[in-house]
């Protein structure tokens, strides 16, 4: 089976600042990696599909890159509203749609 | 906008068993491969089923396979999780999620709409 591994599990940041979160997974995906922001009490929301995809309706701040076994996330210029969990999700394996274990982002 | 509520969820002893039900409205229900995700206290997403939308693939995650069965009645627009031998750490919020048409390789396969969550507490 594909696991997935996020970097870092968690970090403190300040509005305005420029965050990347990191993804590998343990084989070759191709470019078949989702990225998730979940906010405690809500539901989680796609952010990136297909690596670098931006979901309709999603800020143009974050994006997405990379493709194989590493990937990234970049907001380009925190908001408040940014402060959540953030997962990756392969599609690769047919029938095995895992996460990575989650980057939690708060309040430097 | 595509809307989906769970219910179903509550305690549950271990070995007990608790069906799972998600109603989708907004669009057209048979449109949609359906999943569930869960999410145990203090932990991350776990994907653990799959169906497409005419029910003919059906998929699980090893953990839940064999003691949980997913099924849908496009008449209903109903998905469900009928969960069975239920162990403590099968305590979880439970989301639905679903995506218009069925997952395929070379598709971006992604969970475009959740519920809202139901917490599955399995306790003695």
Known sequence: ?108 | DVQLVESGGGLVQPGGSLRLSCIVSGSTFSDYSMNWVRQAPGKGLEWISYISSDHSTIFYEDSVKGRFTISRDNAKNALHLQMTNLRADDTAVYYCAAKEGDFWSGFYYRFDYWGQGSLVTGSS
Do not use: M
């Open chain 1, 1 to 108: 089976d594909i696991q997935l591994t996020q970097s870092p599990s968690s970090l403190s940041a300040s509005v305005g600042d420029r965050v990347t979160i990191t993804c590998r997974a343990s084989q070759n995906i191709a470019g078949f990696l989702n990225w998730y922001q979940h906010k405690p009490g809500k539901v989680p929301k796609v952010l990136i599909y297909g690596a670098s995809t931006l979901q309709d309706g999603v800020p143009s701040r974050f994006s997405g890159a990379g493709s194989g076994t590493d990937f990234t996330l970049t907001i380009t210029s925190l908001q408040t509203e940014d402060y959540a969990t953030y997962y990756c999700q392969q599609s690769y394996t047919t029938g095995r749609f895992s996460f990575g274990p989650g980057t939690k982002v708060d309040i430097k």
